[in-house]
């Protein structure tokens, strides 16, 4: 574990393995500590930089909400990764990580050489549903408040967005879940939820480096918005993992690590990758 300071907020990094940097990044509720598998998987050819975004884990929640604005948000995992000794890596973000990750590449273009977005998004495209979603992530930021963590992830496991999953792996992922605060998690909603977040849709094509969207089979909204992504992005694949959800690096780990040291074999052999190709593992 290492805390480095960004500024004032202290941001907890796992740095494990050797060779190119990836950066990944956690979904709401989550950790770095989730993201094991992938870090034993990656760990023998590329060194993983795991962080614990702002109010999760074992970073800082301040009260503040300018702390948690994506922009803000984004220049201190930009400066964290530095900080750790990487001027340029690949962002492997999984939801809210991969919005993130996504964000990372618009606004700070030179910190990124390649994106991994696993069942992200560019965010919503028009004001109406930005501003519902708003009402939506308030809602849920004040039932954080007034319930507490742990009643929280009790509600947050149950959605259907999460009904893939099986029990064992609730309840492996339930720890990390829950050291996140009250404050962290209210606020993370408000400050850098999929309404709070600049929409990308128009930025997409201006993304110049490899991208691999990863989506399970059967979360298929994002399916969706992975194609649309795909066919927009200059240099997209699209891998869509069979018998997936939401989280298919937790669900199908072995078939997503697969596809993830191919597509970083061929960045870092400098293989041309077919824009907007779309297959199934």
Not at 114 to 136: C, F, K, N, Q
Not at 214 to 236: C, N, S
């Amino acid at each position: 574990m290492t805390r480095v300071d960004v500024g004032g907020v202290f941001l907890n990094l796992e740095v494990a393995g050797s060779g190119p940097p990836v950066v990944l990044l956690h979904g709401f509720t989550g950790s770095a500590a989730g993201w094991r598998e992938t870090v034993e998987a990656l760990g023998t050819a590329y060194t993983t930089v795991a962080i614990d975004i702002i109010g999760h884990g074992k970073s800082d929640a301040p009260t503040a909400l300018d702390h948690y604005r994506m922009e803000q948000c984004v220049d201190d995992l930009v400066r964290a990764v530095r900080l750790a000794g990487y001027e340029r890596a690949t962002w492997f973000g999984y939801s809210m990580g991969a919005r993130t990750a996504l964000q990372v590449a618009a606004r700070r273009p030179e910190a990124v050489g390649a994106l991994i977005l696993e069942s992200g998004s560019p965010g919503l495209a028009t004001a109406e549903e930005r501003e519902a979603r708003v009402r939506s992530d308030e809602a849920l930021a004040e039932r954080i408040e007034r319930d507490g963590v742990e009643a929280f992830v009790a509600y947050w496991e149950a959605i259907p967005l999460f009904s893939t999953q099986s029990v064992e792996l609730r309840d492996r992922l339930r720890p990390g879940r829950v050291a996140s605060t009250v404050t962290g998690l209210a606020h993370s909603l408000r400050g850098m939820g999929t309404g709070a977040q600049r929409a990308l849709h128009e930025e997409l094509g201006r993304v110049h480096v490899p991208v691999l969207i990863v989506t399970g089979e059967l979360d298929t909204k994002f399916v969706e918005i992975g194609r649309e992504m795909a066919r927009v992005l200059p240099d997209a694949t699209m891998q869509v993992v069979e018998g997936a959800g939401h989280a298919a690096h937790l669900e199908r780990p072995q078939a997503v690590h697969s596809v993830i040291l191919d597509f970083l074999r061929g960045v870092h052999e400098s293989r041309g990758i077919a824009s907007g190709d779309t297959t199934r593992v």
